[in-house]
Structures are given as structure tokens and as C-alpha cells.
């Protein structure tokens, strides 16, 4: 009551007030009324105010609306026409695309449209895998011509004989010949007989008729050689498996036949070892925005691996540990930065993944981690994972496979592990033909023999 008292006396005296009153101002109207009458009096609501007054709605059944229908995909585009020259923006022009009903669900090529936002990173069971290497899907089409050159028989045969193949493979035991007017019966051929066999076919390849052994004619007479005319071509027994598969020249000296052998692989060549004992002097000139600094000046086969990863090559980096296979990695991930791409960084183990996770994060910031129960940061451009989640990625069609710049193997020489390393295989088949490799490894043997087998 003071404050009521005083609030009236500076009123009337013009100062200002000290203490609240009681009760707020009138700002906002009081609803208790009209709520009250809302309530009680139904005829009092407005019928034209919508807003306020309640409307009644029958509901009509419409037993085509349980149908359901997908949308037509847009047919066409609107693209940007620049000038090639300055980039100005010239003008705009519709163009029609091609595929658009292909989705993850139906499709196995990299065209297709993009996956669901929420299954963007692991994929879906449900999705469709990428076709394997970088390949484009082949149309029903191209199917077709591949399959009516080859006469396939469904009903005989379907399950012994290969597509392409007149005869398929036979499991009986291999008896030698008898004479079947003795009645002996058929010798049953040993381990000692199969060794011997190319003893006898080393002696077939004679220059001159004349000098012919009639006693090793005789010995040979197993093998179809004929001994009334030495001079014929030998006429060797085939397995049914490859015949009429591959045609031998058997008027070719087995020399002949090795140097051939020799110069077409000389002619394929998968891999190519880097010398690391020379110096890179023009390093710097060859590389002048580099990615990524280090505060050490690189060694030479780290300038040596910088040089192919800048020129979009794929790298096997077979070193001791601790001898920097990581500063190979972190240029990869650096160059997927500067490029805007990602880069997937495996390991074998998930206590590897953790640890990678933590270098990383101090030097890039922009680094995730998944594994099979922890997932962080699944945007990032740098992915960490172990090589089972990669492959499971592989098979459920991850949209992330599409910006994949580089994918990085770290302790690959698990791929000759008996139970795992069929993963690694798997993950080097199905990965896309735009994605490069990096092979990190210190026990590992024969590199060029992987790296070419790899390649």
C-alpha cells in the first residue's frame, strides 16, 4: 500500500517513480473473457472469421489416392554458356540429359543419379555397387551382341562346359595305354611316370630327320611319334580341356617359343622402379606450389613419390619403418585439399585408424574417422577407416567413391594374410578407374612383383 501511496503522490507531483506498482500495464488484452464466451456461447463465434472459428471439413473417400506413382524425372537442364576466353557469362541453353531414370536402386553405372543424403557416406544394403573398375555399365544391347556369337546351350552341358568353350573339364583318373588284345589291364600312371613325361618330349624337337634314334622313336611311340616318317610334325597328346583352345605352333624350337614368351612381356610393363639414390636437384622447379610444407627439407624417394603423385600416378612405397612412408600420405591428402576431393587413408587394425586420426587431426583439420562403432566428422575430405568398412562402402555404392581422389593402403602386406586378405583384393578390384593407389608397406619382399601384379 506504501508503494500504491507513494506511485500516486509523485503522479501528481511529476517525478519520477521508484518502485513498481502492483499490477502491469494494460499492453496486452486480457483473453479470459472472450475465451469464456467462446466456451459457453457457441453462437456468439463469427462464421465468416476463419482464422478463429472452428470449420467442419466431411471427409470425401478418394480410393485412388492409395496409389502411388513416381515422379518423371527432369528431362532437361539449364546450362552456362561462358566465354572461354574472359569467363563472362555469355547466355544459358537447355540441354537434355541422358539417364535420368537410373538411380542406386537399378543402376551400377557412375552416372547415375545421387543417393539419399543420409546414405551418402556407408551406402545401402539395398543399393547397387559401382561397376567394377571405372568401367561404364554395358547396355542390354552390347549384351546381346557379346552373347548371340556364342551359341549356348542351356539344357546340355550348362554346368561342365564354359561359355565360348566346345568341351569342359574331365576328372578321370589318367590310365596308359595298353594293348587291348593282351588283356593286361591299364597301369594305372604315377607320380614317377607324370615327372618323366617331359623327358620324353624334350626329344621330339629334332633338327635333322636323318640322325633320328630308331630305339628312342620306339620309346617315344606313346606320344604319336611315327617313325616311317620322322620328319612329320610330332602330334602330342592335348588334355580335352584345352583342345581347340589355343593352337601350338609345334615347328618352333622350345628356344624360340621362350625369347617370344620373353620379348611380349618385355612389351607390358605394369611397374617401374625408381631409382632412389639420384638426386631430384630440379625439385623445386618441377614442383613450385607445392601442397604441403614440411619444417625438413624431404628425402629423395619422398621427392621422388611427390613427383608421381603429381602427375596423377598411382605409388608403392616399400621402406623401413620410420623411414617417412607418412609424409607420402600427407601430400595425397594435401593435393585432395587443393583439389577438392577426398582421400581415403586405411589400415589393417582399428587401433592404427585411431592413431592415424590423431596425427592427422593436428596437421589437417578437415579429417574424419569411421569404424565399426565410431563415426566422426563423415563429411571431412580425409576419411580414415580400416579396409573392411572401405570394401563394405565399395558394395553398398557410396556416393563418396564419386570424389575419391586417392586411396591409401597403409601396411598392405596384409593382403597375404590367409582369412583377410581377400578384402584388400576385393577393395583394389571394385575401386573406380579415376581413383589412385598408394601402397605403404615395409615387409614386403618382391615389390616389383606385387607392384606389377597390382598394376
Known amino acids: 500500500m506504501m508503494g500504491v501511496k507513494d506511485g500516486a503522490e509523485n503522479k501528481r507531483t511529476g517525478k519520477q517513480l521508484t518502485t513498481m506498482p502492483l499490477d502491469p500495464p494494460d499492453i496486452v488484452p486480457r483473453l479470459e473473457s472472450e475465451l469464456e464466451r467462446f466456451l459457453t456461447d457457441l453462437e456468439a463465434i463469427p462464421i465468416h472469421d476463419i482464422d478463429r472459428a472452428q470449420r467442419f471439413v466431411p471427409r470425401v473417400p478418394e480410393p485412388l489416392n492409395l496409389l502411388h506413382t513416381d515422379l518423371c524425372p527432369v528431362q532437361t537442364t539449364i546450362q552456362v554458356e561462358r566465354n572461354p576466353t574472359t569467363g563472362h557469362l555469355v547466355g544459358f541453353k537447355e540441354a537434355y540429359l541422358s539417364e535420368t531414370g537410373k538411380t542406386a536402386r537399378n543402376s551400377l553405372s557412375l552416372k547415375r543419379a545421387p543417393d539419399a543424403t543420409y546414405d551418402s557416406v556407408k551406402g545401402n544394403t539395398l543399393n547397387f555397387p559401382f561397376w567394377p573398375g571405372g568401367q561404364d555399365e554395358p547396355s542390354v544391347d552390347d549384351l546381346l551382341k557379346t552373347t548371340s556369337s556364342e551359341q549356348i546351350d542351356f539344357e546340355n552341358n550348362l554346368l561342365t562346359v564354359a561359355p565360348g568353350l566346345t568341351e569342359g573339364m574331365t576328372f578321370k583318373s589318367a590310365t596308359l595305354k595298353t594293348d587291348q588284345s593282351s588283356g593286361s589291364k591299364p597301369e594305372v600312371m604315377t607320380f614317377t611316370d607324370i615327372m ?51 593352337e601350338v605352333d609345334l615347328s618352333k624350337t622350345p628356344q624360340d617359343t621362350k625369347d617370344t614368351a620373353v620379348k611380349a612381356e618385355d612389351k607390358e610393363e605394369w611397374a617401374v622402379m625408381v631409382d632412389v639414390d639420384a638426386p631430384v636437384d630440379d625439385f623445386y622447379k618441377r614442383v613450385p606450389d607445392m601442397a604441403h610444407k614440411w619444417p625438413f627439407e624431404p628425402d629423395v624417394f619422398q621427392k621422388q613419390a611427390i613427383l608421381r603423385l603429381e602427375n596423377h600416378e598411382s605409388v608403392f612405397v616399400a621402406a623401413h619403418t620410420s623411414a617417412g612412408k607418412t609424409v607420402v600420405a600427407e601430400y595425397a591428402i594435401a593435393l585432395s585439399l587443393k583439389h577438392m576431393t577426398r582421400t581415403v587413408y586405411t589400415s589393417p587394425i582399428k587401433a592404427l585408424s585411431n592413431q592415424k586420426y590423431r596425427d592427422f587431426k593436428i596437421t ?29 562402402m565399395l558394395y553398398n555404392g557410396s556416393d563418396v567413391i564419386r570424389d575419391l581422389e586417392w586411396v591409401i593402403f597403409d601396411e598392405v602386406h596384409y593382403i597375404n594374410d590367409a582369412e583377410r586378405g581377400v578384402v584388400w583384393e576385393e577393395v583394389l578390384i571394385m575401386l573406380p578407374q579415376h581413383v589412385n593407389i598408394i601402397l605403404l608397406s615395409a615387409t614386403v619382399p618382391n615389390t616389383m612383383e606385387f607392384a606389377s601384379w597390382i598394376g
Open 364 to 392: 589437417f583439420e578437415d579429417v574424419g574417422l569411421i569404424t565399426g562403432d565410431v563415426q566422426i566428422n563423415q563429411t571431412a575430405s580425409c576419411l580414415i577407416m580400416t579396409t573392411e568398412i572401405l570394401r563394405s
Open 196 to 246: 618323366t613325361l617331359n623327358d620324353d618330349l624334350d626329344d621330339l624337337y629334332l633338327e635333322d630327320a636323318e640322325g633320328v634314334d630308331v630305339n628312342n622313336a620306339t620309346r617315344n611311340e606313346d606320344v604319336g611319334f611315327d617313325v616311317n616318317n620322322a620328319a612329320q610334325i610330332p602330334n602330342l597328346q592335348r588334355s580335352q580341356s584345352l583342345e581347340k583352345l589355343v
